[in-house]
């Protein structure tokens, strides 16, 4: 008796040992992927995304913008800045699909995940990768209640989805009028104050070039444009806009838009100033971005200040209405 009870209690202690080896791992797995637990919109609007030009997936709308979010969005900000990313994002996706005109970088789908053409999108597989195990079950739980928490709303202008164009910071010196960027006027998007950047985001960065670097970069062949002091006859700034970022500026013989050289430079922004400093041309630059519409790390910071997410976006984008859409 007491040999088949050793027997059965060895047979015990061989399935507990089986259910830790095989059941712990599970329970890792399980909470690396416990987003599938997540309330996830069924039927309804889904997108179709260009994820590479040899992928396209189709997802339902809410669970694209966990993806945008994600991406646009350092998951360390507020929550409210989180969430005036995601109607902006949701505004943006509505407006593009209400297009429906096919598009030649994106034929076969709505949208893109390329920011300089649609917007970011990344997927859980890289969410990980950027923020590890246990930063990716705190960060997705954290865009999830933000997309959860403005579900169908979005914003509009006189009836009308809005383009709700947004960049990562204004240095400090306030957002860009739309006409002054792209010629364009835009009701919604006037340059408006904005000093919520954190310190960091206002010092300048420096940027280098030669002479003949610059000139390459900007397609000026003849380079023998002789440097005299300062940056006469190489940079002049000839223009500013309203905010004081550069409007045109002549490099050797040639006007260009600042927004022109800020794109052949490789710039973080128009806010930048020039100097020489013996064989080198010196651009010091403040914030990053177009500078129009939502500053995000301006929303960050307008958050941490107990902003909520609707007077963020009423900042930023003026006389706006922000409205749900039916399901």
């Known amino acids: ?34 987003e599938s637990r997540e309330p996830v919109q069924k039927g309804g609007l889904q997108v ?13 709308l809410e669970q694209y913008l966990i993806g945008v979010v ?92 809005i383009d709700p164009v947004y960049h990562s910071s204004c240095g400090g010196r306030g957002t860009e009028d739309a006409q002054d960027v792209w010629s364009q006027e835009v009701p919604y998007l006037k340059g408006v104050p904005c000093t919520f950047d954190t310190p960091q985001k206002q010092e300048p960065v420096i940027t280098r070039f030669t002479n003949e670097d610059l000139f390459a970069r900007v397609g000026i062949a003849d380079t023998a444009v002789p440097a005299a002091a300062g940056t006469s006859g190489v940079v ?47 651009f010091s630059t403040r914030g990053y971005g177009h500078a129009v519409g939502m500053c995000q790390y301006g929303a960050d910071g307008l958050a941490s200040r107990g902003a909520q997410y609707n007077q963020i976006l009423a900042h930023y984008y003026r006389g706006t209405k922000l409205e749900k859409v039916p399901r």
């Open 70 to 161: 994600a991406a646009e969005m350092p998951a360390s900000f507020e929550q409210e800045a989180l969430k005036a990313q995601t109607v902006a994002a949701r505004t943006y996706t509505l407006m593009r699909l209400e297009r429906e005109s096919p598009d030649e970088k994106h034929p076969n789908a709505q949208l893109c995940a390329d920011p300089g053409h649609c917007q970011a999108w990344i997927n859980n597989a890289e969410m990980r990768k950027r923020w590890g195990v246990l930063g990716f079950r705190s960060n997705y739980k954290k865009i999830t209640t933000a997309v959860e928490a403005t579900k169908s709303q979005v914003l509009t202008f006189n009836g009308e989805l």
């Open 1 to 34: 008796m007491l040999k088949r009870t050793g027997y059965r209690w060895l047979g015990f202690v061989v399935i507990a040992m089986a259910l830790v080896v095989i059941g712990v791992p599970a329970l890792l797995v399980r909470g690396c992927t416990w």
């Open 236 to 282: 002049e700034i000839q223009k500013l806009t309203e905010s004081g970022r550069v409007k045109s500026v002549k490099v050797g013989s040639r006007v260009y838009r600042g927004i022109d050289l800020r794109k052949s430079l490789g710039l973080r922004s128009t806010d930048f100033k020039v100097t020489a400093q013996g064989e080198e041309i010196i």
């Open 48 to 60: 179709k995304l260009q994820v590479s030009p040899e992928q396209v997936v189709s997802l339902p």
